[in-house]
């Protein structure tokens, strides 16, 4: 995903977030439809998504990429594959048009927070 543990403990969870959403559009779709988050992360299931880094960088490479993947689901990127509280997820439709970081990128900076406009014009530019 990202070839340098600095480079990759050095970004936000939103910013890494963005190099998150693209590998995962970017696996086979059979590997999409088994997304797992224990699976994805954990070296004992055999994950090799983490083994390009040194042992004494892999806790710090996982847990970043961990606080980007729960970033992806607060803004429901990443989705319950059902509804029975199971570990399994699959992109949602508005993740799949994210194909590219920068797609994420222009997302989260589209997205003004609630909080940060002023009430008087709320209701008339929060639909929008």
Known sequence: MM???EAVTSLEPEELGGVLMSYLNGLPANEQS???RPNFFSRSYGS???TDYSDADQDRVVDAFLEAWMWLEREGLLIPRDASG???FKISRRGARMKTRADVDGYRHASLPRHLVHPSIL???WPS
């Open 86 to 88: 199971g570990h399994g």
């Open 48 to 50: 090799h998504r983490f």
């Open 3 to 5: 070839p340098d543990a």
């Open 123 to 125: 209701a008339d530019v």
């Open 34 to 36: 088994q997304l797992n």
